[in-house]
């Protein structure tokens, strides 16, 4: 599975800032970053969703190039989805981590 730069630099940002909204002390300050990481691992799903559907559309122009699509097409094709669904994935546990109250697991 490769994961791009931009994806694993923003689940660090996102995961930091996760980490700083359990430890803020203050209930204001930790309802509105709690926000800030919602919305941070949405425009990571976003991001992925668009990246998935940026490589299916190269992968379609490459495969066409002959006029067919055979097996092994197939197969780098089913790579492609397996990679954005997981990335999806990791994405939707930021934000499901994100949400979790404190002592919650």
Known sequence: MIINKETIITAVGTAASAVGTALQPDEV?????????IIGGLITLI???WGLVAKIKAWHKKAMEDGKIDESEKEELKGIIKEGISEGKQALDTIKNA???KGEK
């Open 29 to 37: 300050l930790r309802y509105i970053s709690i926000i800030i990481t």
């Open 47 to 49: 991001t992925a969703i």
């Open 99 to 101: 949400t979790k109250k």
